[in-house]
């Protein structure tokens, strides 16, 4: 893809605050600027939907530093929840991503759940029980709408 010398200003209506915060972060890290690394996201986006499934592959393959080969994903669900046994019958860590809302049993304690589940992603709203301490599964999370302790 070309680039052109001449760039206009371009408004994206309706980029939520978390992923704002999340681009200015990264922005900063990374010492580029925040148009920069959206343009990067979008010719990522982009290449991946012309060149298909091998491409995307490629694209994402730094992902495998983050999150290890082996773990199940869980993804696309409305309404779920976990209870002790349902953690326990996973052999590998769990990703739990784009989930509108996650509710985890009260059976299950702390120790299972920094076990069992690998990372929670983009979910609407969370739902603990009280003996898990919020602080205890906040680094495992990214992108929750709002985090629910229930009595």
């Known amino acids: ?13 309706g980029l939520d605050e978390q992923l704002r915060t999340a681009v200015r972060e ?3 890290v990374t010492g580029k600027t925040m148009s920069e690394i959206i343009r990067e996201a979008i010719r990522l986006y ?12 490629e694209v994402l393959s730094p992902l495998k530093e983050i999150i290890p080969a082996n773990y199940v994903t869980i993804k696309g669900i409305g309404e779920l929840q976990l209870t002790k046994e349902d953690l326990v019958s996973f052999k590998e860590k769990v990703v739990l991503m784009n989930i509108d809302k996650l509710e985890f049993a009260n059976d299950i304690d702390t120790n299972l759940l920094l076990e069992k ?10 739902i603990l029980p009280k ?3 919020k602080a205890s599964i906040l680094p495992k999370c990214t992108y929750i709408g ?3 302790i229930k009595e």
């Open 46 to 57: 982009v290449s991946a939907r012309e060149v298909g499934a091998t491409a995307a592959k």
């Open 146 to 148: 709002k985090i629910i």
């Open 131 to 133: 003996s898990i301490p």
């Open 26 to 28: 990264l922005a900063n």
């Open 117 to 126: 589940v690998e990372k929670i992603i983009n979910v609407k709203e969370l």
């Open 1 to 13: 893809m070309e680039e052109s010398k001449e760039k206009k200003t371009i408004i994206i209506k």
